[in-house]
């Protein structure tokens, strides 16, 4: 099994109740239902204040790096990566669990 991590850093001037962060997140909370690949699927807003947190978390899991491969191309998948895009710069870490 593969853990995919993902953390979001919202851009200077985007805060979390920005109508278009309200729609990454929403994008995003959407699809552990839509893309069958998903084994574990959790997204959601950081609760800390510190300097050094990031704002949003995807933490979610597939069997192996083809069910990656194939949910990072899943059209619903590219769709809220392009909302992010434009609010957002994000890091990653695949961990074989």
Not at 25 to 35: D, K, P, S
Request: negative net charge; glycine residues 6%.
């Amino acid at each position: 099994m593969i853990r995919h991590l993902v953390l979001f850093k919202l851009n200077e001037g985007v805060a979390k109740d920005d109508p278009r962060a309200a729609e990454g997140a929403r994008a995003f909370a959407e699809l552990g239902g839509a893309i069958p690949q998903l084994r574990e699927w959790e997204c959601g807003w950081n609760l800390s204040d510190r300097d050094i947190a990031y704002d949003f978390a995807i933490n979610s899991a597939v069997d192996d790096a083809e069910a990656l491969q194939s949910y990072l191309a899943h059209p619903a998948h590219q769709a809220a990566v392009a909302l992010w895009k434009t609010i957002a710069t994000w890091v990653i870490a695949d961990l074989a669990v």
